[in-house]
């Protein structure tokens, strides 16, 4: 199985090109959903409190690749065996685990944008995991940065900028996926 997996900051253009992605028919397996799921479990609101809190807390009782296991898991009751993309990598230990669990044939693209143009696209997302706070953006981007998201970032296979255009980043993305 090809494994192609996006990481970046908070806002930096992942799922605009995990969208693009989507648009191929690939399958797309979001990590952020698997973390979703167990907030909805526990009857707490949708938000980036709330997401971020648990996240962090089941990284702490079961491991740093906790949601890398539960991605695993959705993976292994899919029908997809050929290409997939994982969105939302935050640690290396995620990595580790989806290597040894789903083979070697791994890619690790990183979205990298300036915080200025992330800050502005955070602003004007809206989505409901969302602030628009711009200092929780900033806990927000420390708490990321505390499970290891640079370190991610830094190993990347592939980095791809998206300081310009939405069109200039999607051209750059379908060239990747592409080659790839």
């Known amino acids: 199985m090809k494994i192609i997996a996006f990481t970046g900051m908070p806002f930096s253009g992942k799922t605009e090109a995990v969208k693009i992605a989507k648009d191929r028919n690939i399958p797309i397996f979001r990590m952020g959903e698997v973390v979703w799921d167990e907030v909805k479990s526990r009857d707490l609101e949708l938000n980036d409190e709330n997401v971020g809190f648990i996240a962090n807390e089941m990284?702490?009782?079961?491991?740093?690749?906790?949601?890398?296991?539960?991605?695993?898991?959705?993976i292994r009751h899919s029908n997809y065996n050929d290409l997939i993309?994982?969105?939302?990598?935050?640690?290396?230990?995620?990595?580790?685990?989806?290597?040894?669990?789903?083979?070697?044939?791994?890619?690790?693209i990183s979205v990298?944008?300036?915080?200025?143009?992330?800050?502005?696209?955070?602003?004007?997302?809206?989505?409901?995991?969302?602030?628009?706070?711009?200092?929780?953006?900033?806990k927000r981007d420390h708490r990321e940065l505390s499970w290891g998201i640079d370190?991610?970032?830094?190993?990347?296979?592939?980095?791809?900028?998206?300081?310009?255009?939405?069109?200039?980043f999607r051209k750059k993305v379908r060239k990747i996926l592409d080659k790839v």
């Open 59 to 74: 990284r702490i009782k079961h491991g740093k690749d906790v949601w890398a296991k539960r991605t695993v898991e959705k």
């Open 85 to 108: 993309i994982i969105d939302g990598i935050r640690n290396i230990e995620e990595i580790d685990f989806f290597r040894k669990n789903l083979g070697d044939d791994f890619i690790l």
């Open 112 to 138: 990298e944008v300036s915080d200025e143009i992330r800050y502005e696209r955070a602003m004007s997302r809206g989505r409901s995991d969302d602030s628009c706070d711009i200092e929780k953006i900033k």
């Open 151 to 168: 370190a991610v970032m830094a190993s990347a296979d592939i980095v791809v900028s998206n300081e310009l255009s939405i069109d200039v």
